[in-house]
Each structure stands twice: as C-alpha cells, then as structure tokens.
C-alpha cells in the first residue's frame, strides 16, 4: 500500500528529480516508511512506500530485466500466481507481490492483469519495447489520476500530486460541477478539475513512447447475463467457498491486522471470519456519537465483537473535531464526493492507526448484494405499476405486490425518501425513475444562485446517466440498479475509504470486493437474489449460521449518520455559516445564500444536498481559492 507519481515528457527533454520530489511529498501520507526514484530520460517515477508484504526486500521503484514499476496496493493471490511462474522456470529474488507482477506481464503480456486478484493501481515502464503500461484494479479501490497535454503526460495516486507539477493550475471543470450537484459524485473518467482524469476501474492503457499512440482497453465489467442453469443450493456452496478463501488471502500481511466494525452485517461478518484465521484476539474498532440512540449502533458491534472474541475499540467523535477536521478532509479527498459519513469514518480510520496497519472493512456488500432501502423504494412502484396496469417491464415478475409486503416495515426509516420519491411523475421508464430517486439536486436547487442553471443541460447529464444504467445483459430492474451502483457510486465510497486511511498511513482492505464474488452473483437470477424485495436476501441465507440473530434480523440499518441537524444549530452554525458567506463564495454567484442562511435557521433538518454545496464551498477554497 503505497504511492506514487509519474511524469512523461514528450519532447524529450529529461525527466528533472526535483520535480518529481515536489509531487511525491505532497503524498508523503500515503508512504512514509521508504521512498525511491527512477528516472530513464523523459520517463520518471517516484515511490513512497507504505511497509506491508515483504518488509526488508520490497523496496520500489522495483527492477525486473527490463521493466520498471511503481505499485500501490496488494495483489492477493500472489503466493498462487508465484508457484506458477516458478513451475515455468521464473526465479524471484524477493517475497513481495510486486515482483509477482513484473513476472506476470513478462510472461502472460498485456492481459496479465485479468489474472491478479486484489487491489491495486501500478505503472511499468518496459524499455524492451519502448512503451508504458498502466492498470487499475477491477472495481477502483486504488486510486490513479493522470493528466496530458501536448508535450506532457502525468501519472499520482491523487491529484494533489499532479497539482505541484509547475505547468499545472487547479481549474474546475463546470460541467461536472453539475454532475456532481446531481449525484454527488463524477460518472466515468472525469473529475471536477479540468484536464484531470481518472485511469477507470477495470482498463488498463498502453502508451507507445515512439509514437505516443495511447490505448485504453476495458479488461473486466460485471456480468448480468442470467445464468438459468445453476440452482440456489449451488450458488449457496460457492459463495461460502470464496468467502472463505478470499479472508483467508487478505489476511496476508506482515504486520498487524485489525477490523473496522459498525455493527451492520458485512463488517461484522469479515471480524468473525477474520478472527478465526487471527493467531491472537484480532482488533476491531467502532464509533459512534452522544448525541442520542440514533447516531449509536455500537450495542451491534458489541455483539459481533463478543461472537469473534474481538478486542472492541470505541470511539465518540465531537462536533468540535468535525468543525477543526472538515477542511483537511476535503483536502485529502480531492473532491468533494459521497456523504458525512466522511468524518467518523476518518476519527475510526486515525484511532485504529495507533493500534494496527492494515484494516479490514465491508465495504461494498450493499452493492453486490442489494442492501439499500433504494432497491426496495423502486421495486415498490414496480410492483403497484404492474398490479395496476397488469404489465410486466422484465422478463419475470422479480417482485410482486403480495410478496414484497413482509418487507415494507423496513421502510419505516426511509418515509422522506418514499415522499420526495413520488412527488415526481409516478410510473416512468426504470432509468428516469432511478435517476429520480439518487438525484440530490431536488433539495439543492433553492440553495443555488438562479444563473448558475443558465448553461445547464439536465436532458445531457441524463443521457449520460442513461447510458450507464442501461448497461447490456441488464434486464431487470434490480441488476440495473445495483450494477450502476457498482460502477458509478461504489467508487465514490471506495475514495472515501482510500483516503481516510491512506491519510494516517493505514492500509485498509475490501475482502467483499473479491472479483470472484461479483462473477458469481451477476448473472445469478434477480429473483433468486431478491426474493420478495428483502434486502440481501441471498447474502443472508449464505451467511446465516455466522451472524449472530441480533445482527442478522436488523430492521434499523444505520449507516454511522452523524448528528448534522443537531450540531448546525448549535457550534458548527457559525463554521457553516462563515464558510457559506466568504467573499470568494459571493464572488462565485453558485450559491444562494439567503436560501442557505434561512434553512439552517428553521428546524428544518440539515439536508443531503446542503451538505454537498458545504463541501463543494469548501473544495474550492481548499483547491482553487488557494
């Protein structure tokens, strides 16, 4: 777990150290255990590293023959493809997973990366035949940016980086400023700053340094091609079977291992599995606030922790903190993206960076296997569209109206996202209505400055939307829904994750987003993955004699909500009120601050959508102001 920048000049001019010096500290968080340099003419790398695998031979940048890489993250089943490149006459001179990659592109080529399991983002430079390749892992959970103009090309783990490259200014790119008003988060290859790109989950790109021809090739995409061969009882035995396997790969490590726990399904089920491959009683950490029952799951993680034998690691974030940390959050995120669960989730992340290095979390599960009220919300329409016109959209009926109605009380929660919901035009096509039903901007737009809509195209941002939600082999409504979740919002989530742990030198790991586990449960039947609208109906028939009952039945998922209604009328009124009404903030003409001032005054709560323009406010002094 590391990090790392690049710089290719394409007119040839050499590669200056200081340069690449200058990028690397501004990620020095992120490795700072051992740093190396390479520089080849007009190619240069810089590594900061993050000691996990491999402590004493791992140093990078990592020489093999003829080839050069920089690496962030783990491939975890590298003892496996080691063997395999030994059975065909490899010999290795360490024991990190590093070299395991050199090894593999020398011998399996370009669509060696279809083979590593794991997390990871890396750059190999291959003076053999004058070219770079570039990849990153299947479902984005390392970060790589890059940048290109005429004569330069840039490669780091985070813009910040690309940003103390001397040629480079900070400028938002406003049509993502839309983007990210609607959804909180940027589809595809963008990001809120111009010229600045993200490599995509999933691609890796080749650059020929004789021509500077570049190629991007999308190597893996779930797929939802209904598998109407295999039973229940099959997909049962498989998924326990990689379960199984892939804790046992993320275990790995050379340091000291520890877990997050919330107390909600998923990471609950990675503590008790890990603590059964943990030598001694394995460290698990919580949170969780005063301010009321609502903003406290912890009598949950107490019980996971009892059932694993955990040692249970708690901590109360304050109001105070988060008006000190909000601004140096939103610095090491980059852009302003996801929700407020930013900030307990970086106070559990640096408490837990005292105890352990490396972190398992549970991160993805809702994605994989249908765990969002949203999912339910929908299907609930579907299902009174269909008793009503006697119409069917999918190819079954995956839900019907009797046997979705066990499931409603799992609503109770969620009744002002039932009412925003249909609010709008009822019975539309699947992908208007669930653009409906993620799009922030219906609580925004009285918040924002009536000529900021003046070059806004909402019928363009929809039809790129479109385009991703209407993914081929998707054809119920359910895969839709939970394969744009994958590949749009979940690497939102999963920016979060890197940088809140990457930003106290952790190394946090995602055992549910094993590629295994997606390639089996995509093309399983939607019916059989959501029988009757419950929630992860299929994770929990797999994993219900491991949960504790406490934790499996839960009505009440949580999802660590911080108090924000409650502090902005109290000491953090003023912090939000004075970011909202700087100068540059006026100067700006986004926002509506009167719109803002009297919300925040009322006993109205403090809105998703209000909590994206504070970090869109704060973003832009953090990166552009300055």
């Known amino acids: 777990m590391c990090g790392f920048v690049g710089i290719l000049n394409k007119n040839g001019f050499e590669v200056r150290p200081e340069i690449l010096q200058s990028m690397a500290n501004a990620i020095h968080h992120r490795g700072p255990d051992e740093e190396g340099i390479f520089i080849s003419g007009n190619c240069g790398f810089f590594h900061k590293r993050l000691s996990i695998i491999d402590l004493k031979t791992g140093q990078q940048p990592m020489a093999y023959q003829d080839f050069t890489i920089v690496f962030n993250g783990e491939i975890y089943n590298y003892i496996e493809l080691k063997n395999e490149l030994i059975a065909k006459g490899h010999l290795f001179k360490t024991t990190s997973d590093t070299e395991v990659i050199l090894h593999a592109y020398q011998e399996y080529g370009d669509n060696f990366v279809e083979i590593l399991n794991g997390m990871f983002a890396f750059i190999i430079h291959d003076k053999r035949n004058n070219r770079i390749y570039i990849a990153r892992d299947h479902f984005g959970i390392k970060p790589l940016y890059w940048y290109h103009d005429d004569h330069l090309i840039l490669f780091g783990s985070e813009i910040k980086a690309l940003l103390k490259h001397p040629e480079i200014k900070a400028t938002p790119e406003i049509n993502h400023l839309y983007e990210y008003l609607t959804f909180q988060f940027i589809l595809g290859e963008g990001t809120m700053f111009s010229n600045i790109y993200k490599v995509q989950s999933g691609h890796y790109i080749t650059l020929d340094l004789n021509s500077w021809k570049l190629n991007s090739v999308k190597y893996w995409e779930p797929d939802f091609e209904t598998d109407m061969f295999h039973t229940e009882k099959y997909y049962l035995a498989e998924l326990k079977k990689i379960l199984d396997d892939t804790i046992k ?23 008790i599995m890990s603590s059964m491959l943990s030598e001694k009683p394995l460290k698990s950490f919580s949170g969780a606030f005063h301010e009321g029952p609502e903003f406290n799951e912890l009598q949950y993680a107490r019980i996971a922790a009892q059932k694993a034998n955990a040692e249970l690691y708690e901590i109360f974030p304050t109001q105070q903190e988060f008006i000190d940390l909000l601004p140096k959050l939103i610095y090491q995120l980059d852009e302003p993206v996801a929700g407020p669960g930013l900030f307990p989730q970086y106070m559990v992340s640096k408490f837990a960076s005292g105890h352990v290095k490396v972190i398992l979390g549970g991160q993805g599960g809702d994605e994989i296997f249908g765990g969002y009220a949203r999912y339910l919300v929908a299907y609930l329409e579907q ?244």
Request: hydrophobic share 35%.
């Open 249 to 271: 790969q993320q275990m790995r490590s050379d340091v000291t291992i520890g877990t997050y726990l919330s107390g909600g399904m998923d990471s609950s089920l990675v503590t």
């Open 383 to 626: 299902a009174i569209k269909g008793s009503i016109f006697e119409s069917n959209e999918e190819a079954e009926h995956i839900v019907t109206l009797k046997s979705i109605l066990p499931n409603l009380p799992s609503l109770k929660q969620y009744l002002p996202m039932l009412r925003s919901f249909w609010k709008e035009d009822t019975f539309e096509p699947m992908d208007r209505r669930y653009y409906n039903l993620i799009n922030r901007m219906g609580t925004t737009r009285n918040f924002l400055h009536p000529d900021f809509f003046n070059n806004w195209n909402e019928d363009e941002l929809f039809s790129k939307f479109s385009t991703h939600f209407n993914r081929p082999n998707t054809k119920s409504y359910y895969n839709k829904m939970t394969q744009f979740d994958l590949t749009g919002s979940l690497p939102a989530l999963l920016q979060v994750e890197d940088r809140v742990s990457m930003s106290v030198s952790i190394e946090s790991r995602v055992p549910l987003l094993d590629r295994r586990i997606i390639d089996l449960i995509a093309p399983m039947p939607a019916s059989m993955k959501f029988k009757g609208g419950e929630l992860k109906y299929f994770f929990k028939k797999t994993i219900k004699d491991t949960l504790p009952p406490e934790i499996l039945n839960r009505k009440d998922k949580m999802g660590f909500p911080v108090p924000l209604h409650l502090w902005s009328k109290d000491k953090a009124r003023e912090f939000i009120l004075d970011t909202f009404h700087s100068k540059k903030s006026k100067e700006r003409n986004i926002l509506n601050t009167t719109g803002i001032e009297k919300i925040i005054n009322s006993e109205q709560p403090f809105s998703r959508g209000l909590w994206g323009l504070l970090s869109l406010e704060i973003w832009f002094n953090q990166f552009i102001d300055n």
